[in-house]
């Protein structure tokens, strides 16, 4: 006989008579717990090519996929077996403030040789990820990144599904990282974007090979773990069906390619339909950094069917607070910086700083709304107070000549109107794109409390000025 764990306890309590459950009393399952363990180690990105040196949890680049279940409670601890401080932050998942691992904001750093026990529920399905929040535009890019899974109560019918984590390395001949974190002219610009794309962890190119069969539905779960580069994903010889954004459902739709910048996630269904023995490529076709990523072959093995599978791939929402822009209250933030476009004057520690100032003597290149904020330094200090069960649009206004993909922690936020216009449908998202002196209006309900970071996922660009906190509360 099949009983839940719950249903067995109160079995239980009412065999044992008087034993009975109080109303309202709740069995928590326990959580489940994982450990992660941030340490050096090398590993080859190409098979037979020399080993590069990473930072990564458990010994890997990207770290092992955390994989749970929606409404689930995990307890995760996170061991710093570096030499710097760190502390891990869980992308895109709605955790309590305290446990969203931005060192100095939400808890301590945690120092080399310490470690830290996150634990939390999971309110949200979807696909989400985990990285350090401490100096994130050097310890990102070492390889500290991982996907964190979680599934739906009914997942939709698919034959397969693949997790995959892009990311960049900036590598030599020899394989080892080039030490060049920070530097000005990648803070000042596009970011630091690496010469070798990642997919989970193997170099990309259409040497690459995805094995597929004809007939098979795969559900592929899309994550841009780069410190700074934009992908512009297509796919040759099949549609791709887009489900879920940033980890939350959308209303399936076929696109031709799919953007996706630093931080987000999208989920996608692709019908392998193709005959036995083709081969289609998986590109990336953004400006900066056109060229192929993978190779789909298809097997010669029996089809495992002819036509594409029936069964529906909407996914259920979750229950997100929905914003009413009737009584939302508006506010504002403006973007300035960066080496093409206008100069402009930011305050740093309340003095103004022209451009080049912000850069020689600052090590800053980017401003919202007239500041420069140094990394968690001045963090306590938020940008932006909101009451808590506020309804808020926020416009974002780009006034520089990059773009910016921003993320609001602690929050999903539905995008609502792009350069003054309403867009259909809204997404769900805690990371979007505003393109250069595009404006971007989000609309959210500010329903949990504390100091939320608020900054672009170019991590050169967030340690270069543009990040701050929003307080709830
Ligand atoms: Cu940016």
Known sequence: MNMSRREFIKSAAVSAGGLAMMPGMVFAAPARAMTLRAAPFEQAVRTGGPRTNFWGFNGGVPGPVLKFRKGESVRLVVQNALDVDSAVHWHGVRVPNAMDGVPHVTQNPIRPGDEFVYEFALPDSGTFWYHPHQSSFEQVPRGLYGALIVEEDEPIEVDRELVWVLSDVRIGDDGRQTEDFGRILDVANDGRIGNQVLLNGKAAGAELAIDVRRGERIRLRLINAAAARIFQLGLAGHAINVIAFDGQAVEPHVVENLQLGPGMRADLVIDCMQVPGGRYLLTDSHRRNAGPLATLIYSDARPLRDKPLSAPIRLAPNQLPEPDLAKATEHYIMFQGGMRGVPVIGLVDGKPAKTHELMERHGLAWTMN?????????????FLHLNLGEHVVLRMINETDFVHPMHLHGHFFRVIAVNGKKVTP?????????????????????????????????????AGGMM????VG
């Open 426 to 462: 809204q997404p769900w998202h805690d990371t979007v794109i505003m393109g250069p002196r595009q404006s971007v209006d989000v609309a959210f309900v500010a329903d949990n409390a504390g100091d939320w970071m608020y900054h672009c996922h170019i991590l050169d660009h967030a």
């Open 370 to 382: 007239y500041t420069a904020r140094h990394e968690h330094s001045l963090m306590h200090e938020p």
């Open 468 to 471: 701050g906190t929003i307080r």
